[in-house]
């Protein structure tokens, strides 16, 4: 169980909220059940729990009085509440006690002019990744981090959860983008490291710490961010497959012969199916298949010509494949990959777990984790789909109760013994803090801890993520 909220010695949640006001503004404070309602609930409608007050900080002077306020109280950071591991809400306390702080980071949205000598930007931990990517693009330039929810996730939450994405293969992950980062911490003070400077090897790198913390260190208020080259000119095709290691087998040629790669998308027949009804689309190709990919290639000159040179190394047959070279065209076979999530959410509240699996081992690891779910949660529904190129799978159960864990346990035991790990971009959260051992070893989580403890002594910074405190 976290900690309960536990108000500053004397003050009651009334005082605290009246000492806020007077920092960030009474509208900015929300003490009323009501207006706090969208904060105390995750996107996956799994997670949440009562407040006892949402906090907005409109700079980073006001955080740091805003976690000075709240010292010995628990805070949960909020940027745009697209997280899916429960990380970012309260958590169901016991009726007699407060629930913790929410301090959203919205506010935080300055985005500064891009510096297109170094390729950078700094950004808001407010700013979410949509308006990041046009103001990248109006510099010629593009900041390579792409996910479905680029219109809500800010960069304050994909720092905070190492967000993945859909160019991982060709760019990595979030933490390959920052080159610096401000951050309040548990005792109020800034930390600040944003000079940008891509060498600089002197010491600690406490900018990197911070990112997957997931809240658990402090509240990051700004990053400066690298930006690449704008690659115009693009291609993508949507291909079918008997399986699995068939479409292992594609990435692997497309990987070779495909120079501006970034996306190997994968997902399957039901999945589609499931997303066709939801979003009223035609089938993509004239014939369905057990396993699609999409792919997309990206560069100053057009990518297509190595793209066909590939399909016709794969030897698909036309009711295989599906290409196009327009951006509505583009954007039509993508839907089939993007609306996986909200389809699942359409059937019912889904388990979600995300995971990755050795290249090697992936195609075992889709047979066997649909006998596992099965075993574990007979009669309910199983998605897969995910980002193949980079081993990552999204297994998304839906039928069990929220509550009952029996299938995250089972799939999660069955990605440690075939040398996975338990969270591949999605973090861990509040949903799978408990197992947190089967992907970190003894030494790791005691080393994991004893940091923890150093920045955040009191423990207030979201507890209960990451860390298991329920015995
Ligand atoms: P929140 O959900 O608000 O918070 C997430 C975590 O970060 C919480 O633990 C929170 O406490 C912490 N946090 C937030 N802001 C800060 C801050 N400023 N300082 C410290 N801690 C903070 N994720 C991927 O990796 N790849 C995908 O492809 C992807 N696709 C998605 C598609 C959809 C449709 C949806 C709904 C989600 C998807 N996600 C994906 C998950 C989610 O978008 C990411 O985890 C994203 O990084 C969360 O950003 P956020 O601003 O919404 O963070
Ligand atoms: C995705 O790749 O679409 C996301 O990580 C979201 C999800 O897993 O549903
Ligand atoms: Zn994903």
């Keep these: 169980m976290p900690p309960a909220g536990l108000p500053n010695a004397g003050a009651s949640v009334a005082d605290v909220a009246e000492r806020l006001a007077a920092v960030v503004g009474a509208s900015q404070v929300l003490t009323d059940p009501e207006t706090r309602r969208s904060f105390e609930v995750d996107w996956t409608g799994r997670f949440g729990g009562p407040s006892c007050i949402v906090v907005r900080p409109g700079s980073t002077a006001e955080v740091s009085e805003v976690v000075k306020i709240c010292r010995d109280m628990p805070i949960v950071t909020q940027g745009g509440n697209t997280g899916l591991v429960g990380g970012g809400v309260p958590w169901q306390s016991q009726p007699d006690q407060p629930g913790p702080v929410v301090l959203s980071t919205t506010r935080l949205d300055d ?14 931990a407010g700013v979410t990744l949509a308006r990041l990517q046009s103001h990248a693009t109006q510099a010629r330039l593009n900041f390579p981090v792409d996910l479905a929810a680029r219109d809500t996730a800010t960069v304050g939450g994909m720092v905070a959860t190492n967000a993945g994405g859909l160019h991982v293969l060709r760019y990595g992950t979030m933490r390959a983008q920052v080159v610096g980062l401000e951050a309040v911490l548990a005792d109020g003070s800034v930390l600040t490291r944003m000079s940008g400077l891509v ?20 509240v990051i208020t700004a990053a400066r961010l690298r930006l690449v080259a704008a690659h115009d000119e693009k291609v993508v095709a949507l291909l079918g497959f008997a399986g699995t290691a068939e479409a292992l087998a594609a990435v692997d040629v497309l990987r070779r012969n495909v120079e501006g790669l970034q996306a190997a998308e994968i997902f399957f027949e039901d999945g589609l199916d499931l997303v066709r009804s939801h979003a009223r689309l035609a089938a993509p190709l004239p014939q369905s298949w057990p396993a699609y990919l999409v ?11 190595q793209m066909y040179g590939a399909l016709s190394e794969l030897d698909l047959p036309d009711t295989a494949t599906a290409v196009a070279t327009d951006p509505a065209g583009q954007a039509r076979l993508w839907a089939y990959r993007e609306h996986h999530t909200e389809a699942v959410s359409s059937i019912g509240i ?10 090697s081992r992936l195609a075992d690891f889709e047979h066997a984790v649909r006998k596992v779910v099965a075993d574990a949660a007979p009669g309910s529904r199983l998605v897969l789909f995910g980002h193949i190129g980079d081993g990552n799978l999204h297994v998304n159960v839906v039928g069990p109760d929220p509550e009952d864990e029996a299938v995250d346990d089972a799939v999660l035991r069955l990605v440690a013994e075939m040398d996975g790990s338990i969270s591949a971009e999605h973090g861990v959260g509040r949903a799978k803090a408990r197992w947190l051992g089967l992907s970190r070893s003894e030494s790791e989580r005691s080393a994991m801890l ?5 920045l955040d002594p009191r423990g207030t910074m979201n507890p209960g993520v990451l860390f298991d405190l329920s015995g």
């Design 450 to 454: 004893k940091v923890k403890r150093a």
């Design 295 to 305: 792919v997309e290639a990206a560069a100053l000159d057009d990518p297509s010509e």
């Design 199 to 218: 060498k600089d090897n002197t010491g600690y790198d406490i900018s990197q710490l911070l990112v997957g913390s997931e809240g658990t260190l402090g």
């Design 111 to 124: 985005l500064q002019p891009v510096d297109r000598v170094a390729a950078q930007v700094t950004a808001g």
């Design 350 to 359: 889904p388990h979600k777990l995300d995971v990755t699996l050795p290249q």
